[in-house]
């Protein structure tokens, strides 16, 4: 599961909704007294730091009492009522007491039947059921060496089911339909599946727990127009009396039920290979001609993964489907991924964008969540973890270091963010709801502590190790203490150290240090500074660079006390001293620098990281010409987010302080290899006399990029040009998110009546990520006119804050519908919707 998401603190940020409680200070006022009586002094009452857990109750993995076999399925569908009519053949046999009685997951569903089935003969069964579970009474108690089938029949109604989920997954009903009567413009008709965690019991009885496998079947009944695709091989298309057709697709090997999965529309099938097995991608025909690009470096990944982990990739066939109004960024089911529709680009697009990192994301699941599976949600990390850290090992190897740290950097400031008011370890159980699993500490701080571990052991070592975690625990379901184990196993190292503090603590290492030198000794003072009470001291084995008389010298070190010194003989006063040299700790380091290591920092180090530190560290002195100078060799430095981080910087600069770098800046709006830094030079040339540089904005309209293009609209429109609106008119049949948005943030404030026809066909078209920020524009277009407070558009903001699947975009809607609460009918929908609103996240941000 790939989670790029708006976090809710991201969300209440953005759309800065009031409301909220003063903190508490515990303060104690010791007033001067004018006798000389000496009194107690009372010490300030210590507060519990916001990010500690609440304890919740212990969540174990699901008691096996039976063993979960096959299932076969047969499915057909009530397009009206969006109802999936079923009938489940599940084998079964005790997983070792004897059991006359056997409870499935069933969520919402209409049980018509329960019977015994003896070939193809079926024996009424007595069950109970009460809207979530389905309980059955066996003929008899059957033992663990004893097989049975037991079919139901259901009807499965997944839009009655209460609504939940997750920032990552933001719904939870297993089974969604997609514009299933064709009454939307512009959208597909499509059904589709999500069954992570347990919401595949939506549409089929199951045991609906990651610690259980089966092999499975599956026939799809629908219209021949559409195409189908589910878990494992096609083996064949059977047409009906009735005009409609079978699909019958089988899962030979087995995996967990919630990697099973649907997709059902009419997709364009792009055929691909990998060794001898079929990689084919579905996409809707509009982009068939680009989804080999989009696409096409999956077989290469899965041929790197192969070969890497010795384990070749071992299911029958690798699809990847794109749909429409998706609840995630996409899901690994078992051989057949789904991703979000954002995937799908033009060939302009793919000029600015590619989706490699998402794509391997779901590909390495496929070893780490599919062939080897966590046993429960509080172990989570093992599958989320890995397939994170797969993004940086494809970057690695594809397209360098730098693109690799980069990444490596933002999972840290992920990590980070969320650390401000979350702190949790890894491996948890006593979490409030398993949803909550989900988040930037099972996915960004894990792959950073598996790229430490990675280091600790040595590349050989890595990968060994986790041939033999794959190899030891295929088709099975793991604890942490698997994966220990088999590096321990590979290695003869105890790591029981290792993964208590990274796995099973919570916090980060926050260490002071300061390095000194006289006398021809270096001392380097490392201080722990992280609050014992909550996390532990940390052992940590690190890499200490230091250049000296223009050599360089590699230190190693393990700091593992709260306060240590380290001393080092060298010969010369060192120009710089870089902690942690390998850039691999997960944690902050405060370590101060004086504006000549800093310069030396940046032209030595030779990686990504030191580079930007410095770049940051010295932006309030670009005025200084040394500064300067690396700033400019920053604008010609190899790697483009390089380059851009110092447009950034330089940006904030006045236009008198920037005469000197303009030229170079101008250069780059029009030349540079990389749209995404034209658009930044553009943006950093707006802010300095931009009357002068309207013919080069108007000629950027017309750049091959639209991230340059968006740019250049925006720096247009700053320039107050009598017409602009003309100017921008060109684009307004433009379908891109980059441009629409450019478009809006201008139209919300200057776009006048004339643009409400504009505003409305593009909230319509819009989903996902798009729709939220253009939802916000929106609203300020509402705001500045009161014309376009229509009936049609509160219509329009009622039913996707009501509706939409997406809880952050009915979080964009309802504060759209904000801007016109003095309309008491505007009122009266604000409080419904309030008190319709199942989602806590909503609530919380309402004030309900």
């Known amino acids: 599961m790939n989670h790029r998401f708006l976090s809710i603190a991201g969300l209440a940020a953005a759309m800065a909704f009031t409301g909220g409680c003063s903190a508490n200070k515990a303060v104690t006022d010791i007033s001067e007294k004018p006798v000389a009586v000496a009194e107690p002094v009372v010490a300030p009452v210590a507060q519990t730091p916001a990010w500690v857990p609440q304890q919740h109750a212990f969540n174990p993995s699901r008691t096996k009492a039976h063993d979960l076999l096959h299932t076969k399925l047969r499915v057909s569908f009530d397009w009206e009522k969006q109802y999936l009519n079923g009938t489940a053949e599940l084998k ?154 079978t699909d019958y697709w089988k899962q030979e090997l087995p995996h967990a039920p919630y990697l099973a999965m649907m997709a059902i529309g009419e997709f364009a099938v792009v055929k691909d290979k990998w060794r001898d097995k079929e990689v084919n991608y579905y996409v809707e025909p509009a982009y068939k001609g680009t989804a080999k690009k989009i696409f096409g470096n999956t077989p290469a990944m899965m041929e790197f993964f192969s070969t890497k982990l010795g384990v070749p990739y071992p299911w029958a066939k690798y699809a990847q489907v794109v749909v429409r109004d998706y609840v995630s960024g996409a899901m690994e089911n078992t051989s057949a991924s789904i991703f979000m529709e954002s995937l799908q680009l033009n060939e302009r697009e793919l000029l600015d964008k590619n989706w490699d990192g998402i794509i391997a994301h779901e590909l390495f699941h496929q070893w780490f969540g599919d062939y080897v599976t966590t046993e429960s949600w509080a172990n989570l990390p093992l599958n989320e973890s890995f397939a994170n850290y797969s993004e940086y090992l494809w970057a690695e190897h594809k397209s360098g270091a730098d693109e690799a740290a980069y990444l490596q950097l933002d999972e840290l400031s992920q990590y980070l963010d969320e650390a401000e008011t979350k702190r949790v370890p890894l491996i948890r159980y006593r979490y409030k709801d398993r949803e ?29 190790s986790l041939n033999l975690y794959l190899t030891r625990n295929k088709f099975s379901d793991v604890e942490v203490a698997e994966l220990r184990m088999a590096f321990e196993d590979v290695t003869g190292m105890d790591l029981m150290w290792f993964f208590d503090q990274w796995f099973m603590n919570a916090g980060h290492p926050e260490l002071q240090v300061k390095d000194t030198y006289q006398n021809g000794q270096l001392t380097l003072q490392v201080t722990q500074t992280q609050d014992s009470t909550y996390a532990p001291v940390y052992k940590l084995p690190l890499q200490v660079a230091v250049w000296a008389g223009g050599k360089k010298t590699v230190y190693s070190i393990t700091v593992d006390k709260a306060a240590q010194t380290f001393t080092f003989s060298v010969d010369t006063a060192p120009e710089l001293v870089l902690f942690d040299a390998e850039q691999q700790l997960l944690g902050v380091v405060q370590h101060q620098k004086t504006d000549q290591q800093l310069l030396f920092q940046f032209r030595n180090a030779n990686q990504l990281a030191p580079k930007l530190e410095a770049l940051a560290a010295l932006e309030d002195k670009l005025t200084e010409p040394a500064v300067m100078q690396i700033y400019q ?66 000629q950027a309209m017309r750049d091959s990029s639209y991230q340059a293009t968006a740019a250049a609209i925006l720096a247009y429109a700053g320039t107050g040009a009598a017409d602009t609106k003309q100017q921008l008119a060109r684009f307004d049949k433009e379908s891109n998110d980059e441009v629409v948005l450019a478009l809006s943030s201008f139209y919300a404030v200057q776009g006048g009546p004339e643009k409400y026809d504009w505003f409305l066909q593009q909230v319509k078209k819009a989903s996902g990520g798009q729709l939220y920020y253009l939802l916000q524009s929106f609203g300020a277009y509402l705001a500045a006119n009161n014309q376009a407070n229509t009936p049609e558009v509160i219509a329009l903001l009622a039913d996707m804050a009501r509706n939409n699947s997406l809880y952050y975009v009915r979080a964009s809607a309802y504060q759209a519908l904000m801007v016109m609460s003095e309309k008491p009918e505007v009122k009266a929908l604000l409080d419904e919707i309030r008190q319709n609103e199942k989602d806590e996240r909503l609530l919380q941000l309402y004030g309900s």
């Open 436 to 464: 909550d699993m989900f988040d930037s500490h099972s996915y960004a701080k894990g792959g950073r502590v598996l790229h430490m571990l990675r280091k600790l052991v040595g590349d050989e070592a890595w990968w060994a």
């Open 92 to 245: 079964l046999k005790p997983w070792f007491y004897p059991q006359d009685s056997l409870v499935l997951d069933a969520k919402g569903m209409t049980i018509h039947s329960v019977s015994l089935m003896k070939g193809m003969d079926g024996t009424p069964l007595k069950y109970n059921y009460d809207g979530k579970q389905l309980t059955i009474r066996l003929n008899k108690a059957y033992t663990r060496s004893e097989e049975y089938v037991v079919e139901v029949n259901y009807t499965a109604r997944p839009n009655e089911l209460p609504t939940g989920g997750s920032d990552a997954i933001s719904s939870d009903k297993g089974l969604y339909f997609i514009n299933p009567l064709g009454q939307e413009a512009n959208k597909p008709t499509q059904i589709w599946t999500q069954g992570e965690t347990e919401a595949n019991s939506a549409w089929f009885p199951t045991i609906d727990a990651p610690n259980e496998r089966m092999t499975q079947e599956v026939y799809i009944t629908v219209d021949p127009k559409y195409t189908t695709i589910s878990n494992g091989m096609f083996m064949y298309s059977r047409q009906n009396a009735d005009g409609t057709k």
């Open 633 to 698: 060799l920053a604008l010609r430095d190899a790697y483009w987010r390089v380059r851009s981080s110092a447009l950034s910087s330089l940006a904030k600069l006045k236009e008198a302080q920037a005469t000197a770098i303009a030229p170079t800046i101008r250069e780059m709006a029009q030349h540079d290899k990389k749209g995404e830094v034209r658009a930044d030079a553009l943006l950093a040339l707006a802010n300095w006399g931009s009357e002068k540089y309207k013919p080069l904005f108007a």
